[in-house]
């Protein structure tokens, strides 16, 4: 029921241009004019996929601060601390909260990657630390960099990126959504007794995934988008620079998953989760960034659901004129498929009623049989069967107008006839003595009718008592 606007465009240079469409509009403009709502929406989905406990759930909307591994630890809070005193001497853009401003800068080293993916150990191999420093105040600064000149080397760019990610002062993926990770590593399959197998659910997973990736801020989202495109592209030439998808995490996972300022120790067996988990992103990133199809659909309903419009933009073109002309074509089609789904329907139900009452009919005499007739006549619309029926005679009754007397008289070979029920039309005499069958043909109507048979009784009466009268004067005449 989607209405479609189409707009004929006459200027032929723009023909050739390729059409853009965004299935994920109402998805993005209901994350920005009404974020409770959305959030509440994603949230419900991820808590259907995974269990997240209560303290777990509050932390990934927000409501608490995150329980982070290694949190009470004094040295680990000693190490926060120094490190959150050096990120105050960083510049504009390294060391900084995410904005859009820098992930403008660093999208010039993910640009300049994308151009030289051969290069062996990349993201392994160290660049050179005087390049590098060079290349960060110029960041920094926000001054133009010509990163083609041959100036700076692709390790250079790649050791940067990284350096980039790991001063961010929280990961990419942020503290908040941290366990949710952890449970998204566990989903796996069950087996046909309902149990739970070593298998994982990869399905479920990037079903997660790309809820958990819904509700993130929106630079981090674009930042991660970036990111995984860039390593999903190195993976695929990992015959040239020896850099699979799973080396990639163990270098990434770190900067984009792992808490802040926390150890190997403080993570203990989560360290295969998380970098199993960036490896997984890694491998299925082209089909993380998509809404799943029902979040979408919620989302188109909202807007397109509602006739109320809050903001001015080129939704509005579904309530203009041009779309107002659409409801009556609209409303005509869906009556005719309405009204044609309900004669398949009816078809498909009298295929149905024929083919039982056939069954019915040719079953050998038996009780059962016998039993399942009288359940044909005691409905109140049934029509009895014909004389050809081999049954026990069942009262006369009146034709009937219902769906299942149309299919026994047809099946039986009856003619059907319908009468059309009027002011002036005459019903089916009733049964009376031979004495008022002149009086019933006089009358026309029920009215008539009853005025008839009354004065045939008084009739009835009035010669009875003539009778009764002659017969004791005769018996007296005979006495006497």
Known sequence: DAICNFVICNDSSLRSQPIIFNP??????????????????????????????????????????????????????????????KRKEKGVVFGSPLTEEGIAQVSQLIEYLHKNLRAEGLFRVPGNSIRQQILKDALNSGTDIDLDSGEFHSNDVATLLKMFLGELPEPLLTHKHFHAHL??????????????????????????????????????????????????????????????????????????????????????????????????????????????????????????GSRAHTSKDDLDLLTSSGSKELQPLKSQKRSRLDSCHQEETQQRTEAALKELFLHVHNMPDSAKKKKLIRQFNKHPTALTPGSDVPTSPAPRRTRSR???????????????????KSRDSTPEPVRVSKENVQLLQKCGSPAHMSQAKLKSLEGQKEGSCRRMRARLLSKDSSSL
Request: aromatic share 8%; hydrophobic share 40%.
């Open 24 to 85: 994920d509009f109402f998805v993005e403009k209901l994350r920005h004019e009404k974020p409770e709502v959305f959030t509440e929406l994603v949230v419900s989905n991820i808590t259907r996929l995974i269990d997240l406990p209560g303290a777990e759930l509050a932390q990934l909307m927000g409501e608490e601060d995150p329980k982070l591994p290694g949190a009470n630890s004094t040295a680990s809070g000693f190490f926060r601390s120094l490190m959150s005193l």
């Open 183 to 304: 449970k998204i590593a566990d989903l796996t399959l069950f087996d046909e007794k309902g149990n739970k197998t070593s298998t994982p659910d990869k399905e479920r997973q990037i079903e997660a995934l790309q809820l958990l990736f819904l509700i993130l801020p929106a630079p981090n989202r674009s930042l991660l988008k970036l990111l995984l495109d860039l390593l999903y592209q190195t993976a695929k030439k990992q015959d040239k620079n020896k850099m699979s998808a799973h080396n990639l995490a163990l270098m990434f996972a770190p900067h984009i998953l792992w808490p802040r300022n926390v150890t190997a120790n403080d993570l203990q067996e989560n360290i295969t989760k998380l970098n199993n988990g960036v490896t997984f992103m890694i491998k299925h990133s082209q089909k993380l960034f998509k809404a799943p199809v029902y979040i979408r659909e919620c989302a188109r309903l909202h807007y397109l």
């Open 402 to 420: 219902s769906f299942s007397g149309l299919i026994k008289r047809k099946v039986l070979g009856t003619p059907v006839i319908l009468e059309r």
